[in-house]
């Protein structure tokens, strides 16, 4: 190619390049809500589901916007498990009173202490529920199930529940783990969905309400520009910690597997600059797991030893040797793939010493029949075809309820 003829198919091409638009900014549903000037809101009373997540695109609390929006009366806060500064890890969370930003205070009912839903008293002179929480993506992530109850309640009030829908954090397409068994009911046990289900909070509630036939007076308010490809740090968006030990997003790709260990005596990093990327315990032979999950040569992750002293929860002030886990290729990794694997070099390994909560387990896996295969000595391959078998099925179910 001549020179001449080459400077200008490059220079042509810069300028393809720069001209190609920068992809839009995610809108979350109350900068939505924002844009549209409240109009979902307008003279009505309304009581406001919410936490430190609830930050509109310029980092302003959905209570500060909606309290200072016109024609909007917010008459009451509801806060989910972790409280509404997203910092406790207590069994339960009281209620209070809340300061408004013109010095009026309202009340603010827990929604994880004595009851887990909005009672008749607490909604009466509302015309409206309003949920804005982010979720993590896992079934047995609480903050989903705050919204199922308290959509229940207000469709047995009479009143409207409004979404203000937020990313699924680990993308919308990935799909991972068994359906809920039917005879499975509990707090982290609440949908007939898989693991990782690859829902938006909105997409949730909109499932919920017809397969439970609630008949609530449901609305969502959606995302703009939000692909389901997506994963949240590709959205512009701030990280909030959604709960105390969800530091970041690797944490949060890996937790759906690695959370189904808290039914089980190890620790899972809690007290650790680690949760959900290392497990961990006193007796653990790490050097001889860590080879074996190392063979298993899974896609999208990396193991190492590596030894902590946890401050909290399992095994807190005793020094654990565990098993390190680092994300390197997150859109292959599949979190339950590394939990049958783990599970299965821990049983092998320590016989003795490994034990899962056989009564617990199933709230965080969804099948009893992984109970089964697991005590039964089931490879990791039988394992992952049971977790496959569910996630195939859900994704043609789902799609009835996709707003993206």
């Not at 003279?43 to 309290?67: C, E, F, P």
């Not at 529940?161 to 799909?175: A, M, S």
């Not at 315990?281 to 990396?302: E, F, H, T």
Request: aromatic share 8%; charged share 25%.
């Amino acid at each position: 190619m001549r020179p001449a003829l080459a400077a200008v198919l490059l220079t042509l091409g810069a300028a393809a390049l720069a001209e190609e638009p920068a992809p839009a900014p995610v809108l979350l549903g109350i900068d939505v809500l924002e844009e549209h000037e409240f109009r979902e809101l307008k003279n009505k009373s309304i009581g406001l589901i919410t936490n430190q997540t609830g930050l509109d695109r310029g980092s302003r609390s959905t209570i500060q916007v909606l309290a200072n929006a016109p024609g909007v009366r917010l008459r009451a806060l509801f806060s989910p498990e972790h409280g509404f500064a997203g910092t406790s890890e207590s069994e339960e969370v009281g209620s209070g009173i809340f300061l408004l930003p013109d010095g009026s205070r309202i009340p603010m009912y827990s929604l994880y202490g004595s009851t887990r839903a909005p009672t008749p008293d607490t909604l009466r002179g509302l015309n409206a529920l309003v949920f804005d929480i982010q979720d993590a993506g896992a079934r047995f992530y609480t903050y989903a199930t705050t919204m199922a109850m308290a959509m229940e309640s207000a469709a047995k009030a009479e009143i409207e529940f409004i979404v203000l829908d937020r990313p699924n954090p680990i993308n919308g397409e990935t799909v991972e783990g068994p359906i809920l068994d039917p005879d499975i009911r509990h707090f982290i046990a609440y949908f007939p969905i898989p693991v990782r289900h690859g829902l938006t909070i909105g997409e949730i509630a909109r499932l919920h309400n017809q397969e439970a036939r609630l008949g609530a007076r449901l609305q969502i308010v959606p995302m703009k520009n939000w692909k389901r490809s997506l994963w949240y740090d590709q959205t512009g968006l701030p990280w909030v910690r959604p709960s105390p030990n969800l530091p970041d997003l690797d944490a949060a790709t890996l937790y759906p597997g690695i959370a189904c260990f808290e039914a089980a005596n190890v620790s899972v990093g809690r007290g650790t600059d680690l949760p959900f990327r290392w497990v961990g315990a006193p007796w653990m032979d790490a050097k001889a797991v860590v080879q074996r999950l190392r063979k298993a040569g899974l896609k999208g992750v990396s193991f190492a030893e590596e030894t902590f002293t946890p401050a909290k929860s399992v095994f807190a002030g005793r020094r654990c040797p565990g098993v390190r886990m680092r994300v390197t290729d997150r859109k292959v990794l599949r979190s339950l793939e590394v939990f049958a694997h783990l599970a299965a070099a821990l049983r092998d390994q320590h016989p003795k010493e490994f034990a899962l909560d056989l009564e617990r387990m199933p709230r965080f896996t969804g099948s009893r029949r992984f109970n089964e295969l697991f005590s039964q000595g089931a490879a990791p391959k039988e394992l992952i075809e049971l977790f496959d078998a569910g996630a195939r099925e859900f994704l043609d179910r789902r799609a009835h309820f996709l707003l993206y």
